[in-house]
Antibody
Framework: QVHLQESGPGLVKSSETLSLTCIVSGGSFSGYFWGWIRQPPGKGLEWIGYIYSHGTTNYNSSLKSRVLIAVNTSKNHFSLSLNSVTAADTATYYC????????????WGQGTLVTVSS | SHEVTQPPSVSVSPGQTARITCSGDALSKQYAHWYQHKAGQAPVLVIYKDTDRPSGIPERFSGSSSGTIATLTISGVQADDEAEYYCQSVDSNGSYVIFGGGTKLTVL
């Protein structure tokens, strides 16, 4: 059973960098793509970006200038860095596995709330 | 286009059928996927590739698509189905992930 778990600070100061890691356990890392999605309080899901296991990335154009997603296949984890954060980046952040060439996310982590403080 | 649109809310009584639509130009070329999201929990994929149901999802969840509109149908709605439902697709190039704004399903 594949399991995803997000980890990282729950509080980040404004203008600093938000950094999260998603640990993948119980299954193969290769051959999939791995995504980050967030949900601000009271709002809907927003796609941040994804990375293939071989390293190719794609990002939401609204966040592209501030986002970096990286993968470490030897440790079965991938990470998210979002710089120059503001209060608008306060959200629950989810990592998820992309299940195939049709772009659905079939397995999700539980999510982690990150609050940006001034 | 980078947008798909859902109604903000749908309400049904227990045992009735709920239909949630998702519309957008991308859906004429790309698949729609549907997620059930309950507060405090991880989203769950309930329909993928317009009509396919993942293992473990009850048969009363079904999907369809025609032209630029995809529909999630929940037959015999139960109280436990009350949740936010999101459709998701990609742009026509297949590289940009799109989520709809979500539909709150209320079971009366």
């Amino acid at each position: 059973q594949v399991h995803l778990q997000e980890s990282g600070p729950g509080l980040v100061k404004s203008s600093e960098t938000l950094s999260l890691t998603c640990i993948v356990s119980g299954g193969s890392f290769s051959g999939y793509f791995w995504g980050w999605i967030r949900q601000p309080p009271g709002k809907g899901l927003e796609w941040i970006g994804y990375i293939y296991s071989h390293g190719t990335t794609n990002y939401n154009s609204s966040l592209k200038s501030r986002v970096l997603i990286a993968v470490n296949t030897s440790k079965n984890h991938f990470s998210l860095s979002l710089n120059s954060v503001t209060a608008a980046d306060t959200a629950t952040y989810y990592c998820a596995r992309g299940g195939g060439s049709t772009w659905e996310f079939d397995i999700w982590g539980q999510g982690t709330l990150v609050t940006v403080s001034s | 286009s980078h947008e798909v649109t859902q109604p903000p809310s749908v309400s049904v009584s227990p045992g009735q059928t709920a239909r949630i639509t998702c519309s957008g130009d991308a859906l004429s070329k790309q698949y729609a996927h549907w997620y059930q999201h309950k507060a405090g929990q991880a989203p769950v994929l309930v329909i993928y590739k317009d009509t396919d149901r993942p293992s473990g999802i009850p048969e009363r969840f079904s999907g369809s698509s025609s032209g630029t509109i995809a529909t999630l149908t929940i037959s015999g709605v139960q109280a436990d189905d009350e949740a936010e439902y999101y459709c998701q697709s990609v742009d026509s190039n297949g590289s940009y992930v799109i989520f709809g704004g979500g539909t709150k399903l209320t079971v009366l």
